[in-house]
């Protein structure tokens, strides 16, 4: 994110806290609109299959009853319903209406009375239907009631004889209904109150939580990586500062190493270019300074040119090992790398009066560049070499160690003693450091850059091993090399 756009502010339509508050408000309104809707549907389902049942049922009982082989008149059809009840003013129970028509939908009866239709033709498509052998039903829910018809044919021997019409008016059901629709949008109405201000209260704990990770975000961009973030509770928000909370943790110790990593270096590469330059202005401004001199003044000036160069090389190392893994692994003889690290020492451990013991096993394999695990054995040999006593000797050790069961790897040990001065104890951690030397002098003096233990700390752990220093009893220094082994059959030979 550039930095011009982190620093604004959200405009509150276009902020989290709004789209949360809108979030809910749509959540809460469709779960509002289903209240609404839903039982009502189900109710008024409920009540339309009741309705049928109970009009099918009467229709069903009066066209028995009609049934017969007489036909219909119109003083045996009032007869018969007579004797089931029916009366012209009250109609049967629950029924607002009853029509009986012959084959021709001549109504022969009819309880109505508003729009009596007896003795005229009944032009109702309910009848029309009913007098072509279906039985007819339909409800409808309107001017708050339940309207319900029913049809059915009045059938003797395969027959049709005519039709039995029944209609219904039902309020008291359609004014439960309606109170149940008005309770409903009660409840709805102290659902929105409520759920407005809890949507802004849940949207702002949110996005209070959010604006702490983002002011810490705009803190540790201005260089304050000593900075952290506090949020509460256990969910992902907390996780979230939590884990940026190890990022800066990782940043301030990143940011630390580098400016002392820069001081060092500068520092470093700063005294042979000064003595460069001094040895160049002293055989400049010297006017009549003899050969011998200017050879020594010559000769100087090539060895701090040549450390300039092992500093230079060392800090390539360092840095292509923290910008890329290493590549083209291949099984490598540890064996084979220590001997030829051991004869292009041997010179330097004549010169020093210092005797080199070696104890290596076989089959001491590692998944490693030769290159990458030269270095390593290289530059603790040398280390061993150059900072050892006359008369001192450094004993190399090459080993296997088993691993304990099968989830546990072989290793190969690599162990490099001497027998010189030691490292003091309060040295020991900060050995591996870059630019970190125990005796400035004497490593200047040796052509040390500080850098050696580095490059063989971050190899080792490039290829999953490890390394420790301790002190040799009863003197000098112990370093020990781990490798997982590799075998043949284990894929990548890793552990």
Same mark, same amino acid.
């Given at each position: 994110?550039?930095?011009?756009?982190?620093?604004?502010?959200?405009?509150?339509?276009?902020?989290?806290?709004?789209?949360? +508050?809108?979030?809910?408000?749509?959540?809460?309104?469709?779960?509002?609109?289903?209240?609404?809707?839903?039982?009502?549907?189900?109710?008024?389902?409920?009540?339309?299959?009741?309705?049928?049942?109970?009009?099918?049922?009467?229709? #069903?009982?009066?066209?028995?009853?009609?049934?017969?082989?007489?036909?219909?008149?119109?003083?045996? /059809?009032?007869?018969?319903?007579?004797?089931?009840?029916?009366?012209?003013?009250?109609?049967?129970?629950?029924?607002?209406?009853?029509?009986?028509?012959?084959?021709?939908?001549?109504?022969?009866?009819?309880?109505?009375?508003?729009?009596?239709?007896?003795?005229?033709?009944?032009?109702?498509?309910?009848?029309?239907?009913?007098?072509?052998?279906?039985?007819?039903?339909?409800?409808?829910?309107?001017?708050?009631?339940?309207?319900?018809?029913?049809?059915?044919?009045? +059938?003797?021997?395969?027959?049709?004889?005519?039709?039995?019409?029944?209609?219904? !008016?039902?309020?008291?059901?359609?004014?439960?209904?309606?109170?149940?629709?008005?309770?409903?949008?009660?409840?709805?109405?102290?659902?929105?109150?409520?759920?407005?201000?809890?949507?802004?209260?849940?949207?702002?704990?949110?996005?209070?939580?959010?604006?702490?990770?983002?002011?810490?975000?705009?803190?540790?961009?201005?260089?304050?990586?000593? &900075?952290?973030?506090?949020?509460?509770?256990?969910?992902?928000?907390?996780?979230?500062?939590?884990?940026?909370?190890?990022?800066?943790?990782?940043?301030?110790?990143?940011?630390?190493?580098?400016?002392?990593?820069?001081?060092?270096?500068?520092?470093?590469?700063?005294?042979?270019?000064?003595?460069?330059?001094?040895?160049? #202005?002293?055989?400049?401004?010297?006017?009549?300074?003899?050969?011998?001199?200017?050879?020594?003044? /010559?000769?100087?000036?090539?060895?701090?040119?040549?450390?300039?160069?092992?500093?230079?090389?060392?800090?390539?190392?360092?840095?292509?090992?923290?910008?890329?893994?290493?590549?083209?692994?291949?099984?490598?003889?540890?064996?084979?790398?220590?001997?030829?690290?051991?004869?292009?020492?041997?010179?330097?451990?004549?010169?020093?009066?210092?005797?080199?013991?070696?104890?290596?096993?076989?089959? !001491?394999?590692?998944?490693?560049?030769?290159?990458?695990?030269?270095?390593?054995?290289?530059?603790?040999?040398?280390?061993?070499?150059?900072?050892?006593?006359?008369?001192?000797?450094?004993?190399?050790?090459?080993?296997?160690?088993?691993?304990?069961?099968?989830?546990?790897?072989?290793?190969?040990?690599?162990?490099?003693?001497?027998?010189?001065?030691?490292?003091?104890?309060?040295?020991?951690?900060? +050995?591996?450091?870059?630019?970190?030397?125990?005796?400035?002098?004497?490593?200047?003096?040796?052509?040390?850059?500080?850098?050696?233990?580095?490059?063989?700390? #971050?190899?080792?752990?490039? &290829?999953?091993?490890?390394?420790?220093?301790?002190?040799?009893?009863?003197?000098?220094? !112990?370093?020990?090399?781990?490798?997982?082994?590799?075998?043949?059959?284990?894929?990548?030979?890793?552990?």
């Amino acid at each position: 994110m550039p930095a011009q756009t982190l620093g604004q502010s959200v405009p509150f339509w276009r902020s989290l806290q709004s789209k949360f +508050i809108l979030s809910y408000g749509a959540i809460v309104i469709a779960l509002l609109i289903f209240l609404n809707t839903y039982p009502i549907l189900i109710s008024q389902n409920l009540v339309f299959q009741s309705k049928k049942d109970s009009l099918w049922r009467q229709a #069903d009982i009066i066209t028995s009853t009609l049934a017969g082989a007489g036909g219909l008149t119109p003083e045996g /059809v009032e007869g018969n319903l007579n004797q089931l009840g029916v009366t012209a003013k009250l109609g049967v129970a629950g029924v607002d209406r009853v029509l009986v028509t012959d084959p021709g939908g001549l109504v022969l009866y009819d309880t109505s009375e508003v729009d009596n239709a007896r003795d005229r033709y009944a032009l109702l498509w309910e009848v029309v239907s009913a007098l072509r052998g279906n039985d007819v039903f339909r409800s409808e829910f309107r001017e708050k009631a339940f309207h319900s018809w029913a049809a059915a044919p009045i +059938i003797y021997r395969g027959m049709t004889q005519g039709a039995v019409y029944l209609y219904e !008016c039902d309020s008291s059901q359609a004014e439960v209904l309606l109170d149940f629709q008005k309770n409903l949008r009660n409840v709805s109405l102290v659902v929105c109150v409520l759920a407005l201000p809890l949507s802004v209260l849940f949207s702002t704990a949110v996005t209070r939580r959010i604006a702490v990770l983002l002011r810490g975000i705009r803190t540790v961009r201005e260089g304050e990586y000593s &900075h952290r973030v506090s949020v509460s509770g256990r969910d992902e928000l907390s996780r979230l500062a939590n884990e940026f909370n190890e990022l800066t943790g990782r940043l301030q110790v990143t940011e630390e190493v580098r400016r002392r990593f820069v001081s060092d270096a500068s520092h470093e590469l700063k005294t042979p270019l000064a003595s460069i330059r001094l040895l160049s #202005d002293s055989i400049l401004q010297t006017k009549h300074i003899d050969s011998e001199t200017v050879q020594e003044f /010559v000769a100087d000036i090539g060895s701090e040119a040549e450390r300039l160069t092992r500093i230079t090389e060392k800090l390539l190392t360092l840095t292509r090992m923290d910008t890329a893994p290493p590549q083209n692994l291949t099984p490598v003889d540890l064996k084979a790398v220590v001997l030829r690290a051991e004869h292009m020492l041997s010179p330097l451990a004549r010169a020093g009066n210092v005797q080199l013991k070696l104890n290596l096993a076989e089959q !001491c394999l590692v998944l490693a560049t030769q290159d990458d695990l030269y270095q390593v054995a290289f530059n603790l040999m040398e280390n061993a070499v150059k900072y050892n006593l006359p008369g001192g000797s450094v004993m190399v050790k090459l080993s296997l160690r088993r691993g304990r069961g099968r989830e546990e790897r072989d290793r190969v040990v690599l162990l490099v003693e001497d027998t010189g001065m030691g490292i003091p104890e309060e040295d020991m951690p900060k +050995i591996f450091d870059r630019f970190y030397r125990v005796d400035k002098a004497r490593s200047r003096a040796a052509g040390g850059t500080g850098l050696g233990l580095s490059i063989v700390r #971050d190899t080792v752990r490039q &290829h999953g091993g490890s390394v420790e220093v301790r002190r040799r009893v009863p003197e000098g220094t !112990c370093f020990q090399v781990e490798f997982p082994r590799w075998q043949e059959g284990r894929k990548g030979g890793r552990p």
